[in-house]
């Protein structure tokens, strides 16, 4: 029987009713209780890391730190954390923890587990199915589907199918405790080593059709750029110049694109000239790889050539060459 650590972080898994609206109230130790059959699959421990339902950088640090600290005292590791942002923690666990050799499996519920139709007691059982499976790396477990921790993305604020696994296949489906494997797992070249060395100085912008150069140039005080272009991750004509600019200043920008689907590829004169000019394509990463990578490039350097390098290099599956 595996030995799974449940670290729990608190989110909509673990809220309660209050006259504050929805929060974090009960333990690991309790979400485990509302699953019995879970002691029949694998033998589980729980600690309470934080209790929050946002996770920020700093957490994304502490969480890897004690995984690593507590590696060799468990098979595998599941999460139970709040899903606003749980694809951002995923994605960054994913390069953090990078070339571990057991399943760190992260899940939560958008419905509370002390209500009678939550998804909580069905994703915390999943999860442990999982974590019990030969598979090495950061998942997501939702709704019945198993996704890279760097594929996976939240597309919906209150349906329980909420997570979607973006350009990249589901691994397994989980049906009534039986696995269904949609494709084998890659292999993994790298040994695992702690990276924890991130730069937050990193800003999103989801361009509409007003946003004008002056907006951009108010956000100078950034070192960091990830631009959520039109379609195929275009930018209007009148922006062009002023992402030159900044490039030109030292700035590392990354083009990606508003659309969850498909990819970025640039094919817009907008788009086309800021690339050949330094700026970096997302490709297919999701928005919450996009922007986590580029965090932890920066942790690494400020060379805006070797940032391209490795933002263009697949680390874990997060992007397709």
Known sequence: MKNILLIGLGGTIACSSSVEGLVPRYSPEYLLSKGPKISKVAKVRAVQLMTRTIVYPKDWIEIA???????????????????????????????????????VVITGAMIPIEKKDSDARKNLADSVIMACEPITGVYVVFNGKLIRGCRASKVAGTRINAFESINYPAVAEITDEKISYNHGQSDRKSKFSLDIKIDTNVVDIKLNPQTQPGFLKKLSGYKGFVIEGYGDGNISDNLTPEIIRMIKKGKIVVLASQCAYGGAEHKYKGG?????????????????????????????????EKIKELMHRNMCGEINQ
């Open 272 to 304: 086309f000239l800021a690339i050949r000019n330094g700026a970096i394509s997302s490709k297919d990463m999701t928005k919450e790889t996009a922007l986590t990578k580029l965090m932890w490039c920066l942790g690494k350097t400020k060379n805006p």
């Open 65 to 103: 730190k004690f995984i690593a600290r507590s590696i060799n005292d468990f098979d595998s590791f599941v999460i139970t954390m709040g899903t606003d942002t749980l694809a951002y923690t995923s994605s960054m666990l994913s390069f953090m923890l990078l070339g571990i050799d057991k399943p």
